[in-house]
C-alpha cells in the first residue's frame, strides 16, 4: 500500500517532487481498508478447517457440517458452540491458523453478561402463559356493549389447556447489561451536571405523547402587527427536566412549548450510547430510544424531558433482564414471527411506527431472536395500511432472513406447525408463522386484493402481491394472534400505565431480576452439572481493524440455546446436535 504525507513531513530529499509517496509499513491511525483485509485473512483461515459460511446476507458467521458446531465471529471476538468432546479440538485448529488468546468459558459477549440458569417451566408460566395459540380471538356477540378496564392489563384466558409441564426442565440465558445501564446514567448526569441521587426512578420510558404538537401544516398567522415588537420571555431559572414529565396541572402547556432543549448538545451521545444496549438485549428500549433519535437535529424542550424520562426509567429497570430458554425436542419447536403497527402515532408528521419481533416458541419453551421498532417513511391513511407495511419489514429483514439460517443449521428439521406437512410421513421443513392481529390485513394478505390501497406501492414501495405470494407459500404460515398476545405492541406505541407496560414486557421476555429469584444459575450448580459446550475468545490482531465486519447481535448468541438444549439431552452436553439461537 502507497501513500501520501502532508507537505510539512516530507523529508529534505522530497523538495522539488510533485505528489511523492511512499510504501505504508505500519498503519498508526488504523488503515482505511483494515477490516476488509481482516475479514479477508480470517474467511480463508476459518473455512481451511471445514467451516463454511451460513449465506452471504450472515456475515461472520460458520457452521461446522461434520461437528455439528456454530461458529460467531465479530470482529476479534470468536464464540463457538459445539458438542464438549469437540471444543478442544475445535479450538486447536482455530488456533493454528489464527493467533490468539485461550478461550474461556461463555460469559461475557460484545459488553453483555451471558448467565446460563437452569429452572423448571412453571418458574415461566407467566411467559408460557402468553402464547398466542393460548388467546384466540373472542367473537363479540351482536349488541354487546361489555366495558372493557383500559387502565389493568388484560386477564389471562383459561378456556385452551396449558400443553408445558410445571415440573419440565428448562435451561436458558439471562442477558444481563445492567453494569452498561449503570454507565449510560452516569454518563448523562455528567454530561448534564445532574446529581444521579436527585433522578427518580420511573415505570415506563414514556411521558404522555398524545399531548405533543401536531405538525400542523399553514398554521395560521397571529394577529400581532409584523412590525410590533417581539416580546421577550424570561428564562426560567429552573431546568424543564427537573419538572415531572407525568401529566398535572402544567403538563398540557409545558408540553406545546416549542423553546430549544437544553439537552440538545449532549443528546446524541446520550442516545447512541443506549442504543446499542437496547439493540442487543434491551429490546423495551427500542420504541422510545428510536422515536427520541429522529429528534436530534430538531430537539426541543419536549426532547428534554423525553430523554430525563428515558434516564428515570433506567433506573428504574436497571436489573431488568432479557430471557429465553428451552425445554422442549426439536420437533415441538416453532419459529414465530409478530409484525404490528401504531397508526399516525408520531405527532410531529403523523407517520406510523412498525413493529416486529422474533421469536422460537415451545411448549416449554420461548427464547427472542430480534426486536425492531421502525419508523415508516411514509404517512398512512388508515390501519390497514400500517399494519402491511409492517407485515412488509417484517417478513423482509427478520422473518426470510431467518430462514435461511435456521434452514442451513436444522437441515429438513421441522421448527413449524404438524398441519404445515404436505402429507403424512412427509419430510418436514423450517415454517415461520407470522402472526398479526389485524384481520383486515390478513385477509389482504391471503386474498393479494387491496383495491383501496393501490396507491401503496408509490408511497411506501410496499407490494401487496409480494405479500400475498410469500405467506401463500409453504414457507410461511399467517395465523390471527389477539392484541393480548401481541408480542410486537411494545415496539409501536408509548405506554403510560405501569400495569400494561410490564405485561407487554411480558410478552417479549424481559423479567425484573426479582422475578427470576427462582432459578438456578448455573455458575453456582453441583459438580453434576453438564459440561459447558459454548467458550468465547479473542484474537489478537496485527492491524487495527473496523467495527463494520459483522453484525453485532447477528448470531452474538448464536448457541445459548443449544447450550441449554444440548443440557436437556440423557448424556448431557455429547447427545447430538441441538438448536441454535441466533440474534
Not at 452516569?186 to 415505570?203: G, H, M, S, V, Y
Not at 399516525?344 to 421469536?359: I, M, N, Y
Not at 448470531?555 to 443449544?562: C, L, N, T, V
Request: charged share 25%; proline share 5%; with cysteine.
Amino acid at each position: 500500500t502507497w501513500v501520501s504525507l502532508p507537505s510539512n513531513r516530507w523529508p529534505a530529499s522530497w523538495k522539488g517532487m510533485k505528489n511523492p509517496v511512499c510504501p505504508l509499513v505500519l498503519a498508526l491511525y488504523g488503515h482505511p481498508d483494515a477490516g476488509g483485509y481482516w475479514e479477508q485473512h480470517c474467511d480463508e483461515r476459518i473455512c481451511s478447517l471445514g467451516f463454511e459460511k451460513i449465506a452471504w446476507e450472515w456475515p461472520g458467521v460458520y457452521w461446522h457440517p461434520v461437528k455439528q458446531a456454530l461458529l460467531v465471529i465479530y470482529v476479534d471476538d470468536f464464540k463457538l458452540a459445539a458438542k464438549h468432546k469437540d471444543q478442544d479440538e475445535l479450538w486447536k485448529g482455530i488456533k493454528s491458523v489464527i493467533d490468539m488468546d485461550d478461550e474461556s468459558d461463555d460469559g461475557r459477549f460484545l459488553g453483555c453478561m451471558h448467565e446460563a440458569f437452569e429452572s423448571t417451566a412453571g418458574n415461566f408460566s407467566d411467559v408460557l402463559d402468553w402464547q398466542p395459540q393460548y388467546h384466540p380471538r373472542k367473537a363479540k356477540m351482536p349488541g354487546s356493549t361489555e366495558a372493557t378496564d383500559d387502565s389493568s392489563p388484560p386477564a389471562a384466558a383459561d378456556e385452551i389447556d396449558r400443553e408445558y409441564g410445571r415440573s419440565k426442565k428448562v435451561r436458558g440465558r439471562k442477558y444481563n447489561m445492567q453494569e452498561y445501564l449503570d454507565g449510560c446514567i452516569k454518563r448523562f448526569c455528567e454530561l448534564a451536571n445532574i446529581d444521579e441521587d436527585t433522578i427518580k426512578p420511573a415505570p415506563t420510558p414514556f411521558i404522555d405523547e398524545s399531548k405533543d404538537p401536531h405538525g400542523v401544516v399553514d398554521e395560521p398567522a397571529t394577529k400581532t402587527s409584523v412590525n410590533a415588537p417581539a416580546k421577550s420571555k424570561k428564562k426560567k431559572k429552573t431546568p424543564s427536566i427537573d419538572r415531572p414529565a407525568s401529566a398535572g396541572a402544567d403538563s398540557e402547556s409545558s408540553q406545546t412549548s416549542n423553546g430549544s432543549g437544553e439537552l440538545a448538545h449532549i443528546s446524541a451521545k446520550v442516545l447512541m450510547q443506549i442504543m446499542y444496549c437496547s439493540r442487543y438485549a434491551r429490546f423495551d428500549l427500542l420504541r422510545a430510544i428510536g422515536a427520541l433519535a429522529t429528534q436530534i437535529t430538531k430537539w426541543t424542550d419536549i426532547g428534554d424531558r423525553k430523554l430525563y424520562r428515558i434516564i428515570q426509567y433506567l433506573k428504574y429497570s436497571r436489573d431488568f433482564r432479557q430471557v429465553g430458554f428451552i425445554g422442549d425436542p426439536l420437533h415441538k419447536l416453532r419459529l414465530a414471527l409478530f409484525t404490528d403497527a401504531d397508526f399516525a402515532g408520531d405527532r410531529s408528521d403523523f407517520k406510523s411506527t412498525s413493529g416486529v419481533f422474533l421469536a422460537i416458541y415451545g411448549p416449554n419453551s420461548f427464547f427472542p431472536l430480534q426486536g425492531v421498532s421502525k419508523k415508516q417513511t411514509a404517512t398512512s391513511h388508515s390501519t390497514v395500511e400500517a399494519e402491511l407495511v409492517a407485515m412488509d419489514a417484517g417478513l423482509r429483514l427478520e422473518g426470510l432472513p431467518a430462514l435461511t439460517l435456521w434452514e442451513k443449521i436444522l437441515g429438513a428439521q421441522n421448527l413449524g406447525s404438524a398441519e404445515q406437512c404436505s402429507s403424512a410421513g412427509a419430510e418436514r421443513t423450517v415454517v415461520l408463522d407470522v402472526y398479526q392481529d389485524n384481520q383486515a390485513t390478513n385477509r389482504i394478505a391471503t386474498s393479494g386484493k387491496a383495491p383501496t390501497l393501490r396507491h401503496i406501492q408509490r408511497t411506501h414501495s410496499v407490494s401487496v402481491c409480494w405479500i400475498h405470494d410469500v405467506v401463500s407459500g409453504d414457507d410461511v404460515c399467517l395465523r390471527d394472534c389477539d392484541t393480548s398476545a401481541q408480542a410486537a405492541d411494545i415496539f409501536t406505541k408509548h405506554f403510560v400505565n405501569k400495569d400494561k407496560w410490564l405485561h407487554a414486557c411480558k410478552l417479549i421476555g424481559l423479567m425484573p431480576k426479582s422475578v427470576l429469584s427462582t432459578v438456578k444459575d448455573c455458575s453456582s450448580a453441583e459438580p453434576s452439572t453438564p459440561k459447558k459446550t459454548i467458550r468465547v475468545c479473542v484474537a489478537r490482531l496485527a492491524m487495527q481493524s473496523s467495527s463494520s465486519i459483522a453484525p453485532p447481535a447477528v448470531a452474538s448468541a448464536g448457541a445459548d440455546a443449544a447450550e441449554s438444549r444440548n443440557a436437556l439431552s440423557k448424556e448431557g452436553s455429547d447427545a447430538g446436535p441441538s438448536i441454535w439461537h441466533a440474534r
